[in-house]
């Protein structure tokens, strides 16, 4: 099947800054997008989600952005709180079922205070 | 969104045992999948698990390796039978509450010796 990764395996910033997570997706049939947080020891949480009608979407403290010509999305978390540390994945789905439902490999974002 | 609640939250398990995982959502919800999560890895799914019929499983994945219960619209169980080294993951329990957004449970994290 067609693949979700993302460019950067680990990122690190200071509490204060914005942050970018990028993800490459490469099926131009997928129509529907999100982002999932997990920290350590728990379960993939549901930050934000975008439809592939929509440019950007805005959430409290994210945005995602989808770039439908060069098959891009990206997770901007403005203010970056070291509570935001976590692995963040994208994922993405044709809308076929949720045996389309692909997920990325996940980036560590490390927030130094 | 629902809660949901999984248990055990991890176990050590010996090579050629079985363990069954509990998932208890506080709400009625149509579909309920299990997903398994390799050490530093992705999620994958493992089956969607489906009220009063037998689950729906990915390539990849058997009933008789990963048998999957689901009596009711509120709870399901996984058993992971035969263990080896190679199971060791942690394994999720997801559901959808009809807005295509997943929402997971805290995991259980497996280790086989």
């Known amino acids: 099947g067609e693949s979700v990764g993302l460019h950067l395996p680990t990122l690190s910033v200071q509490e204060g800054d914005n942050s970018i997570i990028n993800c490459a997706y490469s099926n131009s049939a997928s129509d529907y997008f999100i982002w999932y947080k997990q920290e350590s020891g728990k379960g993939p949480q549901f930050i934000i989600d975008i439809r592939s009608n929509m440019d950007k979407r805005q959430g409290q403290r994210v945005t995602v952005l989808l770039n439908k010509t060069v098959k891009h999305l990206s997770l901007q978390i403005a203010a970056t709180q070291p509570g935001d540390s976590a692995v963040y994945f994208c994922a993405e789905t044709s809308g076929s079922g949720y045996s389309t439902l692909t997920f990325g490999k996940g980036t560590m974002l490390l927030v130094s205070p | 969104s629902a809660v949901i609640s999984q248990k055990p939250s991890r176990d050590i398990c010996q090579r050629g045992t079985s363990l069954t995982i509990q998932c208890q959502v506080d709400s009625q919800v149509t579909m309920m999948f299990w997903y398994r999560q390799q050490p530093g890895q992705s999620l994958t799914l493992i089956a969607t698990a489906n009220q009063g019929s037998e689950a729906t499983y990915e390539s990849g994945f058997v009933i008789d390796k990963f048998p999957i219960s689901r009596p009711n619209l509120t709870f399901s169980t996984l058993t992971v039978s035969n263990m080896s080294p190679e199971d060791s993951s942690i394994y999720l329990c997801?559901?959808?509450?009809?807005?295509?957004?997943?929402?997971f449970g805290s995991g259980t994290q497996l280790s086989v010796l």
């Open positions: 997801s559901v959808d509450q009809g807005s295509e957004k997943l929402f």
